[in-house]
């Protein structure tokens, strides 16, 4: 997931001078969200948006827990443990949860990414005293069965075949995140090693449920055809009573934010060799964490350099008179505590690999004067608010906008402050973060080509 | 990372939900019925879908022409016509254009069928004065310049060479082509290499032409009030026109497909794809129902259906699986999606077989069953109003099918009559299993294990592209 879509808004350019000092709820709001805030005792966040336009809702669940909080043996535990929260608990019947979900006219998923784990429900109005014990209940009385935990192995292992050993950008993703964060809490798979997958017991599953699963490292957001009044008072019957748990603050107390920062001291180049006819490849390098200065203008950055057909890379590349990739991209990965600038692509047939890359990487360091312009960036920050109003159509993507804001800022309008930051960065600004982004010593190059020799994972 | 099962199923499912009205006693909630509004714009039949919480507007044209006019021999000139559309004018060269559409954060689309085709553009309404400007410049004046034109064939021949990689695309390319083997719809609407190697400036020019100047069309606008102001800009700079009404619909039956079962080979695949379905001809596709969604639904539509339950969740043969029904005015699909390890294809398939057998029968299937089924689809009705883009797509294709608006409303109460003779009477037209197209693309291996169900035959991946 890209944390944050970025978003930008051309009213506030005038309007807006505050610092970035200055509390989010102090500053003009461009979508004019209307969201009731409130935390439990036991640390519990609460955000709810009324929209009655229709009989529905939206709820969902995000817990910090994410791919970068295992450790080796039980890789892949976040996402394992999601899939099982859809069996059974002490008060709904084993593999009952989809049947109550469903027959109250409800559907429901969840995603797993390396900081969080979120669970997701869209359901009739009908339901919201049931849907919210449902979530309370999953929260701490889980039963994991033997029989149903070894299918659910057989099903992730499939998981994994389908988007990694079976697809070449699969591969490409996951051995680009394992080198460029080797040795950190993120060069693990989400999904999780092979090894571990077949060897990871019941037992630690559970163990890591006990240890993550509480109230004060969740938020629990409802959109939709709700009331906010009524949402705390049912929140308050269902989650009221439930413990908060120290562990989680523990566990992220003891490892140190350098510890997270990959350490890439020299080019490093692999070639798998995959299933691929011309070679897909990645060039990444180490990028600011969510939230860090930096990571503003790397977004910007990566936007001019490769995202959209104007874009410095897309012109290049793809719309040349003599093309050497069918697609390639730009983008600014943004984690909890790191980051990942990369560009992606894929070469046409008769452009050597090796070749690409030396011109690429020239290109690169070249391109922070002759991409990033006044001109472009005001292009890229016009894009930005048109794509903000774009991804908030429905309730789950507001949901998921204010969710995801809250969970990693503890701020559900930290957009504001997104918008006032985006805004006050110059020309100079991006230069300079692309300079640093490209003087780096070290960044990870990966290809994937049938004609590779190397053994892909 | 991690959703236990495509969205694609269920939004799937969606999308065509529109299509499968039947004629009702009685209405649904009006949800957002009052947000809907019939226009006239010049000679044109416009809607408008009116959302006020952004200041954001699409605007979206619909052309009663799709693939179906390229033929075999020039597969692709649609599709392509439409890629290249902002490629350059004797004014503007396609540097200019994308500079000048992304400096507004406009965001294109296009979606080409074999029946019609959709050309669609959302930017902020302040700046649709501007925009529309422009759009409506390359629209009167687009060139599709040779040198534009070539390294998008090279760009375009790359992907297609390589879609092998991609085993999920591939199973569905070569279920769409072997599905519809000897009818109209057979070429994919993106062209195969043999045509687009063939394409001209001049070609793409002259399809361009037909949809601007020909093609029966209508409008579709999204966002508040304001948009609206576009209208006179939009029909006077862009000059639309329409010709005599030619009936390009082609309706070839296809029969024969059956029995047999297509093995794409992908050497070292440790996972095969597998697609189950059939191709409605248009006498079927001319009777729809809601039981067909229904039913579909019922087998492979959540986390409930029986297809999940047999195959994922008592027997972990798969992440996941699905099943649809499609269909367009003339012709339809209904598919089961799904994929599993090598060792258990042919189990995977043998399961679906017998679950498809066991359905055909209503003596098998609970009214519990039914029950719970369709609380599940009628409470979740709502949800397929809620986005705007999407909501007005499907007003398009309501319009495309020919069925008034009011269909749109009655199909709860319409899903509450069905019991266990109509699910089961449903999903015999649609899965009966000797009428059924298997294809798997996965390892060579797989024909010994395959051979024990049918018989198979071996279709090589260049062939299909």
Redesign the interface.
């Known amino acids: 997931m890209r944390f944050l879509p970025l978003l930008f808004s051309a009213i506030l350019l005038a309007g807006c001078s505050s610092g970035p000092s200055t509390p989010s709820s102090n500053l003009p709001d461009p979508l004019n969200l209307d969201v009731t805030s409130f935390k439990l005792s036991n640390g519990m966040q609460v955000l709810v948006l009324e929209d009655d336009r229709l009989p529905v809702y939206s709820l969902y669940m995000f817990y910090k827990v994410g791919g970068k909080d295992e450790r080796k043996g039980i890789t892949g535990a976040s996402h394992f443990l999601e899939h099982l929260m859809f069996k059974g608990t002490k008060n709904i019947a084993a593999s009952k949860f989809d049947f109550m979900v469903e027959g109250n006219g409800g559907s429901s998923n969840a995603y797993t990414s390396n900081d969080m784990t979120v669970y997701h429900e869209n359901m009739p109005t009908s339901t919201l005293d049931l849907m919210v014990g449902v979530e309370a209940d999953r929260m701490v009385n889980l039963i994991i069965k033997k029989d149903e935990f070894e299918q659910e192995r057989q099903v992730v292992q499939e998981e994994r075949k389908m988007r990694y050993e079976n697809s070449p950008r699969g591969q490409l993703y996951l051995r680009t995140m394992e080198e460029l964060f080797k040795g950190t809490p993120y060069g693990t798979s989400v999904i999780g090693d092979i090894a571990d997958l077949k060897t990871v017991s019941r037992d630690q599953i559970y163990r890591y449920y006990r240890q993550w699963y509480a109230p004060n490292n969740a938020t629990l957001v409802l959109v939709g055809d709700v009331r906010a009044g009524n949402v705390k008072n049912l929140v308050k019957k269902h989650f009221g009573e439930l413990m908060a748990s120290d562990v989680p603050e523990q566990s992220r107390a003891s490892v140190p934010l350098s510890a997270f920062v990959p350490q890439v001291k020299a080019p490093v180049d692999v070639a798998l060799k995959g299933q691929s006819s011309t070679p897909v490849f990645m060039l990444s390098y180490p990028a600011a964490p969510s939230g860090a200065p930096e990571a503003f203008a790397q977004d910007i950055m990566s936007s001019a350099l490769g995202d959209g057909k104007s874009s410095h890379l897309v012109q290049k590349y793809v719309l040349s008179k003599r093309p050497q990739v069918a697609t390639i991209y730009a983008a600014n990965y943004t984690l909890e505590k790191a980051g990942m600038f990369m560009v992606g692509g894929e070469l046409v047939r008769g452009v050597d690999p090796l070749k690409f890359k030396k011109d690429l990487l020239k290109e690169l360091s070249s391109s922070c004067m002759t991409a990033i312009t006044e001109n472009n960036i005001q292009k890229v920050k016009n894009q930005y608010e048109a794509g903000l109003f774009r991804q908030l159509d429905t309730s789950g993507g507001l949901a998921q906008f204010i969710g995801d804001r809250q969970s990693l800022y503890g701020d559900w309008a930290y957009y504001r402050k997104e918008l006032q930051i985006y805004r006050g960065l110059t020309v100079k600004d991006v230069q300079g973060a692309c300079e640093r982004m490209f003087a780096q010593p070290g960044h990870v190059w990966v290809t994937v080509w049938e004609k590779n020799s190397g053994s892909a994972q | ?5 495509g ?1 694609k199923f ?1 939004e799937r499912a969606m999308k065509y939900l529109i299509l499968l009205l039947l004629s009702a006693t009685a209405f649904a ?1 009006d ?2 019925k009052d947000d809907i509004q019939r226009l006239q714009w010049g000679d044109y039949k416009t809607t408008w879908l009116e959302d006020k ?4 507007a699409t605007v979206t044209m619909y052309f009663a022409d799709g693939a179906l006019r390229d033929g075999a021999k020039n597969a692709g000139t649609t599709q392509t016509a439409l890629d290249l559309l902002f490629s350059g004018t004797a004014q503007y060269d ?2 200019s254009l ?2 000048f ?7 294109f689309s296009h979606n080409v069928t074999h029946e019609y085709s959709v050309l669609s553009f ?3 309404v302040k700046d649709l004065p501007a925009v529309v400007e422009r759009f409506c410049h390359v629209v009167k004046e687009a060139q599709f310049p040779r ?2 034109l ?2 998008h064939q ?2 375009s021949l ?2 297609l ?2 879609l ?5 695309a591939l199973a569905e390319r070569a279920f769409r082509s072997l599905m519809m083997r000897g009818s109209s719809y057979e070429q994919a609407t993106e062209g195969n290499i043999a045509s687009l190697e063939l394409l001209r400036s001049e070609s793409l020019q002259k399809r361009w032409n037909e949809l601007r100047d020909e093609a029966p069309k209508r409008f579709y606008v999204k966002g508040p009030k304001e948009a609206l102001f576009i209208r006179d800009q939009f029909l006077q700079k862009c000059g639309w026109k329409t010709g005599a009404s030619q009936d390009f619909r082609l309706k070839n039956p296809v029969s024969g497909m059956g029995h047999r079962i297509f093995l794409v080979p ?1 050497p ?4 095969a794809q597998i697609r189950i379905g059939r191709y409605l001809p248009a006498s079927e596709a001319k009777d729809p129902s809601e039981s067909l969604s229904f039913a579909s639904d019922f087998l492979g539509g ?3 259906a029986r297809l999940i339950q047999e195959v ?9 699986i699905g099943s649809y029904v499609s269909l367009q005015a003339d012709y339809g699909r209904s598919g089961i999606s799904t ?3 090598n060792e258990t294809v042919a189990e995977t398939i043998k399961v679906v077989k017998d679950i498809l057998e066991q359905n055909t029968n209503s003596a098998n299937i609970k009214q519990e069953d039914i029950e ?2 369709r ?2 689809v ?3 009705y ?2 397929s ?5 999407s909501f007005l797509m499907q007003l398009l294709m309501l319009d495309h099918v020919e069925e008034p608006l009011e269909k749109l409303y009655m199909f709860p109460e319409k899903v509450k009559a069905l019991g266990q003779r109509e699910v089961a009477e449903a999903i015999r037209k649609l899965f009966t299993w000797d009428e059924q197209v298997i294809v798997v693309v996965g390892d060579p291996s797989l024909v010994g294990p395959l051979s024990k169900i049918r018989q198979v035959q071996i279709i090589k991946p260049e062939t299909l592209l």
């Not at chain 2, 092998?164 to 999920?168: D, Q, R």
């Not at chain 2, 070292?268 to 996972?271: L, R, V």
């Not at chain 2, 109003?385 to 883009?389: A, L, M, R, V, Y």
């Open positions: 990372m991690g959703h236990r099962l969205e269920r909630a949800f957002r919480r952004f200041p954001l396609q540097k994308s500079e559409f992304d400096f507004y954060g406009v965001d959302s930017a902020l040198s534009e070539l390294p090279k760009r790359a992907k060479r390589n092998p990689s991609n085993h999920s992908i070292g695949a440790n996972q959540g986390f409930t994922r969740v008592k027997r972990g043969l798969t992440y996941s994929f599993s390890k719970h089924m609380n599940y009628v409470g979740h709502p949800f109003f809620e986005g705007s883009d």
